[in-house]
């Protein structure tokens, strides 16, 4: 089992920016990377950026690409997810994930909620115009 906790969200202005964290606990030698999901409220669950744990590969939803960076500390297992340049629109809950199997070049596997075994609880954004 892997555990993941999320840390970092909160109110920022439009244009600022926040830094998400993720901690791994558990069996992390299993782990193959990590990625950031977001959802708003009666909206899917949807892809923001991932993650490999070996050679730090990257993968981004096309609408985050140049606003959001992810990196990794892999000594840490730790995932970070930098967001810049907010906007109202980025208000929603985060969540940090980690498949159970390795997905393969990036992709649509990687892009898939159900590709994903473990969840953290989730970090509130608000951003505000």
């Known amino acids: 089992q892997v555990q993941l906790v999320e840390s970092g969200g909160g109110l920022v202005q439009a244009g600022g920016s926040l830094r998400l964290s993720c901690s791994a606990s558990?069996?992390?030698?299993?782990?193959?990377?990590m990625a950031w999901f977001r959802q708003g409220p009666g909206k899917e669950r949807e892809f923001v950026a991932a993650?490999?744990?070996?050679?730090?590969?990257?993968d981004y939803a096309d609408a985050k690409k140049g606003r959001f960076t992810i990196s990794r500390d892999n000594a840490k297992n730790t995932v970070i997810l930098q967001m810049n340049s907010l906007k109202p629109e980025d208000t929603v809950v985060y969540y940090c994930?980690?498949?159970?199997?390795?997905?393969?070049?990036?992709?649509?596997?990687?892009?898939?909620?159900?590709?994903?075994?473990?969840w953290g609880q989730g970090t509130q954004v608000s951003v505000s115009s």
């Open positions: 994930a980690a498949p159970v199997q390795y997905l393969g070049t990036f992709g649509s596997s990687w892009r898939r909620r159900g590709d994903y075994a473990y």
């Open positions: 558990g069996r992390t030698s299993s782990m193959y990377g």
């Open positions: 993650i490999k744990w070996s050679g730090g590969t990257t």
